[in-house]
């Protein structure tokens, strides 16, 4: 076996390079020289898209090339989120500095609202005329130590609406809430002109995995199958997945004979497992390459089947019941839908290292 899965790496080593790149979206950057340039735009999550996008002219060229905010002002996923650059002064610290962000369009009318995010905590930028006001959450949890503004400043502005209160205590620090609230506001302070909510939920995306491996250690070895679905929110967190479906696993190992102390006896032992997992699966790069963990919970039935006899247990067990799963590993990719998969995993047992190919589609 082991022979057979060297030779299909070898095999498959020339495609590595030409399926190397991250996935891509059709998309648009606007350069601040104003010109627009239509082309891909990597996916990628929202900590990414504050400080930089990828960008490529057609989808089979290999290499991106990355802008900040000083190179392009805007760009755009098609049917998607619009970044703009903002310059704006952050008032976290004592003394003020002042910065520059990509952040979504949220909001646009009287007051226009962006966010983005910085080592996953969440922020808002609002325009009023030529000035940008930097809110972020009163709750510390969300910024460590720093006492928010969120509260206030939501007072502030809707002392400018003269019209039905906008109930500011009921307003939750999230994106959907924020949104609504200066919608609102919008339509109070300027009924004539026009309020645009560019606010839309982020977007799963659903795929299909089906993994088979194994890894022979002399007497004892062990093969896995493993078949579900993958659930993915590419401009959230690209590295993050939920992951739920069916494992069966066949370990064979052996057990010491409690009976005999002076000598070591060993006698057979199989496991068979079926479970049903729910689990959280993050990747850590996005390349070739890709090391990941995961931990969730699985319902199972397992068979323990051995000649010893076990303290207060039949010798053929068979059992239910509800065990955390983790583990982790790494990735290879070969193909866009084809995988090398390396692993290690928890489930009801330490199990063997396992080794084999996964089917990704799409």
Not at 247 to 255: A, E, L, N, S
Request: contains cysteine; hydrophobic residues 35%.
């Amino acid at each position: 076996m082991k022979n057979t899965i060297v030779l299909s790496l070898g095999l498959c080593l020339p495609f590595l390079t030409v399926y190397a790149q991250d996935r891509s979206s059709p998309g648009y950057i606007v350069r601040v020289s104003g010109d627009t340039v239509r082309g891909f735009l990597k996916e990628q999550g929202t900590n990414e898209s504050s400080t930089q996008i990828s960008f490529k002219a057609t989808a089979d060229a290999r290499e991106y090339q990355v802008y900040s905010p000083g190179g392009v002002k805007a760009f755009q996923y098609d049917g998607g989120d619009l970044f703009r650059a903002i310059a704006y002064a952050d008032t976290r610290d004592t003394e003020t500095t002042h910065r520059t962000n990509f952040a979504r369009l949220l909001v646009t009318g009287e007051y226009d609202l962006y966010s983005f995010t910085e080592k996953d905590i969440l922020f808002f930028l609002v325009r009023k005329d030529t000035s940008f006001y930097f809110i972020f959450d009163d709750d510390i949890s969300q910024v460590p130590m720093v006492p928010g503004n969120f509260r206030n400043e939501l007072n502030f502005f809707a002392v400018s609406c003269d019209g039905p209160k906008l109930q500011t205590e009921k307003v939750n620090y999230n994106p959907g809430d924020v949104a609504e609230f200066f919608r609102k506001l919008d339509a109070c302070v300027n009924p004539t002109r026009s309020v645009t909510s560019y606010y839309s939920k982020p977007k799963g995306k659903l795929s299909f995995f089906a993994y088979g491996g194994g890894l022979p250690v002399g007497s004892r070895y062990q093969y896995s199958l493993e078949a579900g679905l993958r659930l993915t929110w590419p401009q959230l967190s690209p590295g993050v997945s939920l992951n739920l479906g069916f494992r069966y696993v066949y370990k064979k190992t052996r057990i010491a004979d409690p009976n005999y102390l002076i000598v070591t006896i060993w006698h057979p032992e199989t496991y068979k497992i079926t479970s049903f997992p729910i689990y959280v699966q993050y990747r850590f790069t996005r390349g070739i390459v890709q090391p990941f963990v995961y931990g969730g919970l699985a319902a199972m039935s397992y068979d323990d089947i051995t000649d010893v006899q076990k303290v207060g247990d039949d010798p053929y067990y068979h059992k239910f019941g509800l065990q955390v799963v983790a583990g982790g590993g790494v990735e290879v990719r070969l193909l866009p839908v084809l995988r090398v998969r390396a692993e290690w995993q928890y489930e009801y047992i330490s199990e063997y290292p396992t080794i084999g190919l996964e089917l990704s589609i799409p």
